[in-house]
Each structure stands twice: as structure tokens, then as C-alpha cells.
């Protein structure tokens, strides 16, 4: 009986999460961006992964409360620690961007969260992470490539474009210039214009 009850008790939990999750989204695209702050914090304090993703969504951009992109960090890694995969996209931007180079263990830390994002499906986490490998301190140009062309399938053109300067020099795969002429005009073409300059 008390395993039962615990059981409700999660449902119930859970059921209310996602409810407040709901009305701050509706309430967000009504444009109360207040409300909609409120019920994502009620649903986030609850351990609503989806939701603590929504609140530092808010904390980001200022939306419903003030800008403070510390405490839109503090709620993207729960979420992110929860395999809320853009989530782990955003906290890594966060640790990348926001916190010094030679602190290596937080480098790893984003690192580790851009691949989950990525192998989940994140395009932005694929080419964040293709650019990121091709330009470390030790390029690592197979694997930043091989994000790269993730990105590129899920139709990201300036992926696409990067992929093409990787066929153009050789960067993680043999010279192909044909195949690089191939990628500058499918980017071309989803209206990249690096692409129709390097194309020239």
C-alpha cells in the first residue's frame, strides 16, 4: 500500500509538471511572459526537466524575469543532467563561452555534453562541435568532420559549406575537389553565401 501510494504520488507529481510546463508555454506565446516564467519555475522546482530547460530559456533572454545568464546556466545543466539534449547544448555553450580556456575540466565537461546533444539529434550541438574540433589548439579534422556532415544531413548549410572546405584542402579526408564543388552548391543553393563565393 505505501509502494502504492508513493506511486501516486509521483504521477501526480509528474502530471503537474507537465501541466504547469503547458500553461507557461501557452502563456508564452500569448506574450505573458511572467505567467508563463512562473509556471515553468513551479514545474522546474519539481525536477521537470523540460521545464528547468524553459526557465533558463527565460533567464537567457530576459524573458518573464531579468536577464542573468548564471542562473539560465544553473537550469540548463540540471536539465542537461537529466538528458535534456538542448540542454546539454546550451550549458556547453555556456561552459565554452562564459568560463576561462584553461580550465580544462569544464572544457571536458561541454565537450562530453555537445556529443550527447549531438548523438541525440541537436544540429546546432553537430556543428558547433564539427567547428570546434577542426579548430582546437590540436585539430582533430576526421571527427570534426564527420560532425560536420551530421549537421549537414540535418540541413544546416553553413555546415554544409565547412564540409566543402574540408573536401577543397583535405582536412580529414582526401582532396576532392568535385566533391567540394558538390557541397558549395547544395549550400549555395539553401542560401549560403560563402558558398556562392568560394563556388566563383
Not at 151 to 157: E, R, T
Request: with cysteine.
Amino acid at each position: 500500500l505505501e509502494e502504492a501510494a508513493f506511486q501516486l504520488q509521483q504521477i501526480f507529481r509528474i502530471d503537474i509538471s507537465i501541466a504547469l510546463n503547458i500553461l507557461g508555454i501557452e502563456s508564452m506565446r500569448a506574450g505573458h511572459y511572467r505567467i508563463a516564467y512562473t509556471c515553468f519555475k513551479l514545474a522546474a522546482d519539481r525536477g521537470y526537466s523540460k521545464a528547468q530547460f524553459n526557465v533558463g530559456l527565460c533567464y537567457e533572454h530576459g524573458r518573464g524575469t531579468e536577464k542573468d545568464l548564471e542562473k539560465a546556466a544553473f537550469y540548463y545543466y540540471h536539465a542537461a543532467s537529466s538528458c535534456h539534449p538542448m540542454a546539454q547544448y546550451r550549458y556547453a555553450r555556456y561552459l565554452l563561452c562564459h568560463r576561462p580556456e584553461d580550465e580544462w575540466d569544464k572544457n571536458q565537461k561541454a565537450v562530453t555534453f555537445l556529443e550527447q546533444a549531438a548523438m541525440a539529434g541537436v544540429t546546432e550541438a553537430q556543428a558547433y562541435l564539427g567547428v570546434f574540433y577542426m579548430r582546437g589548439l590540436q585539430p582533430k579534422e576526421k571527427r570534426g568532420l564527420k560532425y560536420l556532415l551530421l549537421a549537414a544531413k540535418n540541413g544546416d548549410a553553413q555546415s554544409r559549406y565547412h564540409v566543402g572546405v574540408c573536401y577543397e584542402k583535405g582536412l580529414g579526408v582526401q582532396q576532392n575537389l568535385a566533391e567540394a564543388m558538390r557541397h558549395y552548391r547544395q549550400s549555395a543553393a539553401a542560401g549560403n553565401r560563402n558558398s556562392r563565393e568560394r563556388l566563383r
